[in-house]
């Protein structure tokens, strides 16, 4: 049986219908943050309250860069697209009551409930880009499949942080800090240190994949580009060293905690998510340039990196918190 987005993306033949359903997808998230903002104010639990406001303001911006990409393009608007209702028969359907719900729902639940709608939508242009004849239509839904890839990597890794949070958990789980990037040193040496870890971790799971050892090769040579990069600049500050060695500290508590195979990819993916979410928050943070052009590189990287191992991987089963299993 063919799911919602295989069925709905039978009906895109041109840039016109796509860019549309885009833009009711957007739309439809806009409402349904909304009334659930308004659900949680009324049940007095502003902390999801909060998070379903935040969530609006960005999907309102990803409706207003959608409009101005379209305008550039010169792609009109089809009035024939209805709205959106994204719908998955493999979730189920107390998923979404979960989240509504003003007892129940918390930062987690509200922020899963996101992640669920950015994969279905990344799934439907995944599908769009593969199925359609028309290579303007492939070209965008593959553009548009990045960026919902990219929107579920950040909210991944925040929910992750929101997991931890609510269940108090003994280890508490150091995060890079963007600000503590001041140099391009820092940035460096701290992109070294994440890919290292990512490979060892790649190896761990590779297999007989050739795609992921694929991406081990790439990645040590982005690492060796990086410390060669280094050599030429100044010592990283205190700031960030301090940052990567709390997370040294918590990987090796983790590790003793769990080392199944299916933990280690857990936590692969989670430092996949988080990775992307650094980088990204430097690129809107940071006022130096070369900065910025350097993270953004790192964030594309990451993404692509992200994208590789959801090809490789599939749709494992993944129990909600990454990190901590029950060995």
């Given at each position: ?110 922020l899963a409930f996101a992640v669920h709608n950015e ?123 301090k940052d990567l060695e709390q997370v040294d500290s ?78």
């Amino acid at each position: 049986m063919k799911s919602s987005t295989d069925l709905l993306a039978t009906f895109v033949q041109t840039t016109s219908d796509l860019m549309s359903i885009a833009l009711q997808a957007e739309r439809e998230a806009i409402r349904r943050y909304s009334q659930l903002a308004v659900t949680m104010h009324e049940g007095n639990n502003k902390s999801a309250a909060a998070l379903f406001e935040r969530m609006v303001k960005e999907e309102h911006e990803h409706e207003r860069l959608l409009l101005e990409w379209m305008a550039q393009e010169g792609i009109n608007e089809n009035p024939k697209i209805e709205p959106v209702k994204w719908r998955d028969p493999k979730i189920s359907t107390t998923y979404d009551d979960e989240a509504r719900d003003p007892l129940y729902s918390t930062p987690y639940r509200a922020l899963a409930f996101a992640v669920h709608n950015e994969e279905i939508a990344f799934r439907f242009y995944t599908h769009v880009a593969a199925d359609s004849k028309n290579e303007a239509v492939r070209k965008y839904a593959e553009i548009l499949a990045r960026e919902e890839l990219g929107h579920a990597a950040l909210l991944r890794a925040e929910r992750r942080h929101a997991y931890h949070a609510e269940r108090k958990i003994n280890i508490t789980e150091p995060r890079l800090n963007p600000r503590n990037v001041h140099t391009e040193a820092d940035l460096l040496t701290t992109a070294i240190h994440i890919d290292l870890y990512l490979n060892n971790a790649m190896a761990i799971i590779s297999g007989e994949s050739p795609e992921i050892q694929a991406l081990i090769n790439e990645t040590q040579q982005v690492i060796d580009r990086n410390k060669l990069s280094l050599e030429e600049k100044e010592l990283p500050g205190d700031d960030i060293l301090k940052d990567l060695e709390q997370v040294d500290s918590y990987n090796t508590q983790i590790d003793n905690i769990s080392d199944s195979s299916e933990a280690k990819l857990n936590r692969l993916r989670a430092c996949c998510d988080r990775s992307f979410a650094f980088y990204d928050s430097i690129v809107d943070s940071t006022d130096d340039e070369k900065i910025m052009l350097t993270a953004q590189k790192l964030s594309s990287s990451a993404l692509d990196r992200i994208g590789i191992l959801k090809k490789v991987l599939g749709n494992r089963p993944m129990p909600d918190d990454p990190d901590i299993q029950q060995t």
